[in-house]
């Protein structure tokens, strides 16, 4: 048997900004690892895994104009990565 449970969330207005940017980080690196993976396959027939977009997560961190990705939790990037390489997978 499956449960499920609903619950309200009433976050601050310093909560709601971390949300938000957090949020805009993992679209933004899902829509990264997907061009990455994209680009890949159509122009040498390569294919990127897990570990390779994450050393390229890594890489974006460093540079300056993906440096705010350095102000949320690695924790929900590395996900979306998870999530990315699920996808492909059940593809």
């Known amino acids: 048997m499956k449960r499920a449970f609903k619950f309200r969330f009433y976050p601050t207005a310093q909560q709601e900004e971390l949300l938000s940017r957090t949020f805009g980080c993992v679209r933004k690196v899902y829509n990264l690892a997907l061009h990455a993976r994209t680009e890949a396959w159509?122009?040498?027939?390569?294919?990127?895994?897990y570990n390779a977009t994450s050393a390229m997560l890594t890489a974006w961190k460093k540079s300056e104009e993906l440096a705010f990705?350095?102000?949320?939790?690695?924790?929900?990037?590395?996900?979306?990565?998870?999530?990315?390489?699920?996808?492909?997978?059940?593809?």
Do not use: C, M
Request: charge should be positive.
């Open 69 to 91: 990705l350095n102000e949320v939790s690695s924790v929900p990037l590395q996900q979306t990565l998870r999530h990315l390489q699920g996808a492909f997978a059940a593809f």
């Open 42 to 49: 159509y122009q040498r027939q390569e294919r990127v895994n």
